[in-house]
């Protein structure tokens, strides 16, 4: 599918960092305690699982793949599966790791400039660059994509018991709808706004009987990536 389906990776992942960077700039050492929408995970946890998967961009977008793609922006999400021992360990990684954090300002300040590192080594980099990530050689086009789509899940993620948070970016929620439209293989059902089908397409909430019914055989492909 490549990058076609979402105009300017860059732009779009600028919008989904700067939307992100916006809540947990705002965070105080009692809001990094609180549950988050990712089971087990408090915001500092989940802060410290986002700050990880940037600095895996940082090191992405500077390790050039000779061989030609075999993910793109919506292939890449087909490994990551909820429920699966990965994941679980995945889960218990972050929750240990971002437990030991003493000062949540720290990991704050190191998430706000690794964000912004990787903002500005995106409007460097050439979209059809082909680079390195996790087994699988994409675009960077691409990457900065999946990069924005988890971006903005995670932003979801971290303000369900927060008051009056920043939104996501709405080039984020594009990118995620698209995403989740690109592995269903049909468009979403017209009703649903981005937010519910990010959540429902990533597992954080159930179909209902009626949804289940309205997608007929499609609705056994959920959760479509988790």
Same mark, same amino acid.
Do not use: K
């Given at each position: 599918?490549?990058?076609?389906? @979402?105009?300017?990776?860059? *732009?779009?992942?600028?919008?989904?960092? +700067?939307?992100?960077? /916006? #809540?947990?700039?705002?965070? &105080? !050492?009692?809001?990094?305690?609180?549950?988050?929408?990712?089971?087990?995970?408090?915001?500092?946890?989940?802060?410290?699982?986002?700050?990880?998967?940037?600095?895996?961009?940082?090191?992405?977008?500077?390790?050039?793949?000779?061989?030609?793609?075999?993910?793109?922006?919506?292939?890449?999400?087909?490994?990551?599966?909820?429920?699966?021992?990965?994941?679980?360990?995945?889960?218990?990684?972050?929750?240990?790791?971002?437990?030991? @954090?003493?000062?949540?300002? *720290?990991?704050?300040?190191?998430?706000? +400039?690794?964000?912004? /590192? #990787?903002?500005?080594?995106? &409007? !460097?980099?050439?979209?059809?660059?082909?680079?390195?990530?996790?087994?699988?050689?994409?675009?960077?086009?691409?990457?900065?994509?999946?990069?924005?789509?988890?971006?903005?899940?995670?932003?979801?993620?971290?303000?369900?018991?927060?008051?009056?948070?920043?939104?996501?970016?709405?080039?984020?929620?594009?990118?995620?709808?698209?995403?989740?439209?690109?592995?269903?293989?049909?468009?979403?059902?017209?009703?649903?706004?981005?937010?519910?089908?990010?959540?429902?397409?990533?597992?954080?909430?159930?179909?209902?009987?009626?949804?289940?019914?309205?997608?007929?055989?499609?609705?056994?492909?959920?959760?479509?990536?988790?």
């Amino acid at each position: 599918m490549g990058t076609a389906h @979402v105009m300017a990776p860059a *732009r779009v992942l600028r919008a989904a960092y +700067e939307a992100a960077s /916006a #809540v947990v700039a705002g965070l &105080g !050492e009692e809001d990094s305690w609180l549950p988050t929408g990712c089971t087990g995970w408090a915001v500092r946890d989940l802060v410290h699982h986002c700050l990880t998967d940037a600095q895996r961009a940082l090191v992405a977008l500077h390790t050039p793949a000779r061989q030609p793609a075999d993910r793109d922006a919506v292939t890449y999400w087909r490994d990551w599966r909820p429920h699966t021992e990965g994941a679980a360990d995945g889960r218990r990684w972050a929750r240990v790791n971002g437990s030991m @954090v003493l000062d949540f300002g *720290r990991l704050q300040d190191l998430y706000l +400039e690794t964000l912004a /590192a #990787v903002t500005h080594a995106a &409007g !460097e980099a050439d979209p059809a660059q082909r680079v390195r990530t996790q087994g699988h050689v994409l675009t960077a086009g691409d990457l900065l994509v999946t990069l924005a789509v988890e971006a903005t899940i995670h932003q979801l993620d971290l303000t369900v018991e927060l008051p009056h948070p920043p939104p996501p970016a709405p080039e984020g929620l594009a990118a995620v709808r698209a995403t989740l439209d690109g592995l269903l293989g049909r468009p979403a059902l017209p009703d649903w706004t981005d937010e519910h089908y990010a959540r429902v397409g990533t597992g954080r909430n159930t179909l209902t009987a009626a949804e289940r019914a309205a997608l007929g055989p499609a609705a056994d492909l959920f959760p479509l990536f988790g």
